[in-house]
C-alpha cells in the first residue's frame, strides 16, 4: 500500500507564541503608584488634617513663646526671632514628611497591596521610588503652607530674596527626600509602625534640640555645642538658615548636599535589600 504526498498545499510552519507580557514600564509604574499613596492621604480627612496642622502649630508656638524672651549673646544681629527660627521648622516638617514615608510603606506592607504587586510584573524599586516622590510631595505642600502662613500672618521678610528662599525651600526638600529613605529602608526591615515611630522619637528629637535650629550653637552648653557642631541636622539648619537670610554659611549646602546624598544611596540600597525578603504572615 502506497501513500501520495499532497504537494499543492505549502508546508505548515510552527506558529511562535505570543510575547509574554512584561508589564508597562518603570516610569508608568512609578507614575501610578505615587498617585496611588497621593490619592490615599487626600482621601483620609484625619492624615492630611494633622499632616498640614504639624507644622503650623510647630511654627506658632516656637515663635509666640520663644520669641518673646531675650535673644541670646550670639544671635545674628537685625534678625528677628521668627526669621531665625522658621527655616529650622521647614527643616523639623522635612524630618517629620520622611518618618511619615516610613509609616506609609508599613502600611502597604500589611494591607496586601504588596503581596498583590508582586504577582504582577511590577518592579520591587518602583513602589519605593513612589514612596520617596510621595514624601517629596508632601513635604512640598507643608512647605508652602509653613511660608504662606509665616509670610501673611506672622510677617516673615527673609533678607535673601525670593530666589534665596526658593532654593532654601529646594534644599530642605532634598534633604527630606533623602531622610525619606533611610525611613523607608527602617521600614523594609523592621516592618512595624512602632518602631519606626520609636525611632523618629528617639533619635530624630534630640538631633533637632542638639543643633542650631532654636538656639545658635555658640549659645549651647558646651557639651551640647560638642554634638551640634557633629550633627547633620545642623548642617541642613545652617544653609537653609543660610540662603534664606542672607546670612554667611551657604558654604555648608554644599556639606548638606552630599550628606543627603550618602543618606540617599545607602538607604536605598538598604530598603530594596529588605523590601525583596518573603512577607510573613500577620
Known amino acids: ?115 498583590r504587586l508582586r504577582c504582577l510584573p511590577v518592579a520591587p524599586s518602583s513602589l519605593l521610588i513612589a514612596r520617596s516622590l510621595t514624601t517629596l510631595v508632601r513635604g512640598a505642600v507643608q512647605a508652602g503652607i509653613i511660608l504662606l502662613l509665616g509670610t501673611a500672618v506672622l510677617g516673615y521678610a527673609p533678607r535673601g530674596g525670593a530666589a534665596a528662599v526658593a532654593a532654601s525651600v529646594g534644599l530642605t526638600l532634598f534633604i527630606s527626600w533623602a531622610l525619606g529613605w533611610v525611613f523607608i529602608a527602617a521600614a523594609a526591615w523592621l516592618r512595624r509602625a512602632e518602631p519606626i515611630q520609636n525611632l523618629a522619637i528617639i533619635a530624630v528629637l534630640p538631633l533637632m534640640f542638639a543643633s542650631s535650629a532654636y538656639v545658635p550653637t555658640a549659645d549651647l552648653p558646651d557639651w551640647l555645642a560638642a554634638v551640634s557642631r557633629v550633627n547633620p541636622l545642623t548642617y541642613a539648619i545652617d544653609s537653609t538658615r543660610a540662603l534664606a537670610l542672607g546670612l554667611p554659611g551657604t558654604g555648608t549646602a554644599v556639606s548638606a548636599l552630599l550628606l543627603g546624598a550618602a543618606l540617599a544611596a545607602v538607604g536605598a540600597g538598604l530598603a530594596v535589600l529588605g523590601f525583596r525578603r518573603p512577607l510573613t504572615p500577620r
Open 1 to 115: 500500500m502506497t501513500t501520495t504526498l499532497d504537494t499543492s498545499r505549502p508546508p505548515r510552519t510552527p506558529t511562535s507564541a505570543p510575547p509574554a507580557w512584561r508589564g508597562s514600564s518603570r516610569l508608568t509604574q512609578v507614575r501610578i503608584l505615587t498617585g496611588r499613596s497621593l490619592r490615599s492621604l487626600v482621601t483620609d480627612p484625619a492624615v492630611l488634617l494633622f499632616g498640614l496642622l504639624q507644622p503650623v502649630i510647630t511654627l506658632v508656638v516656637l515663635t509666640q513663646v520663644f520669641g518673646k524672651m531675650g535673644l541670646p549673646p550670639h544671635f545674628p544681629p537685625g534678625v528677628r526671632y521668627l526669621d531665625f527660627v522658621l527655616p529650622a521648622v521647614l527643616v523639623d516638617n522635612a524630618v517629620q514628611s520622611a518618618v511619615q514615608s516610613g509609616v506609609g510603606l508599613v502600611e502597604d506592607l500589611q494591607n496586601g497591596i504588596v503581596a
